[in-house]
């Protein structure tokens, strides 16, 4: 079993950028796919960025060059830097663990982006 805790968000302009961290306790992380998902007020949980277990990334087509996902196995950490911010990426950040059809979740962090 894996808890999840997100954490680095906040309030920021335009623009700007924030790093958020998801550390992970219990089980390695290792043999699980890492991602990022996000809710907006009144909008559905769509996934922004994935890592997989070698390493492989994906991007929904909206940040695209400007997060970037990363994790570091031994440290139990998956990190996304997001840069450019805009106010469309508000949203409640949530870290993801899969392995299968087994999925766990952080409690999610917000990020506001002021316009």
């Known amino acids: 079993q894996v808890q999840l805790v997100e954490s680095g968000g906040g309030l920021v302009q335009f623009g700007g950028s924030l790093g958020l961290s998801c550390a992970a306790s219990?089980?390695?992380?290792?043999?699980?796919?890492m991602a990022w998902y996000r809710q907006a007020p009144g909008k559905q949980r769509e996934l922004v960025a994935s890592?997989?277990?070698?390493?492989?990334?994906n991007y929904v087509e909206s940040v695209k060059d400007r997060f970037t996902i990363s994790r570091d196995n031994a440290k139990k950490m998956v990190l996304l830097q997001m840069n450019s911010l805009k106010p469309e990426d508000t949203a409640v950040y949530y870290c993801?663990?899969?392995?299968?059809?087994?999925?766990?979740w952080g409690r999610g962090t917000q990020v506001t982006v002021s316009s």
């Open positions: 993801n663990a899969r392995l299968g059809p087994v999925a766990y």
């Open positions: 219990g089980s390695s992380i290792s043999v699980f796919a």
């Open positions: 890592v997989s277990k070698d390493g492989t990334t």
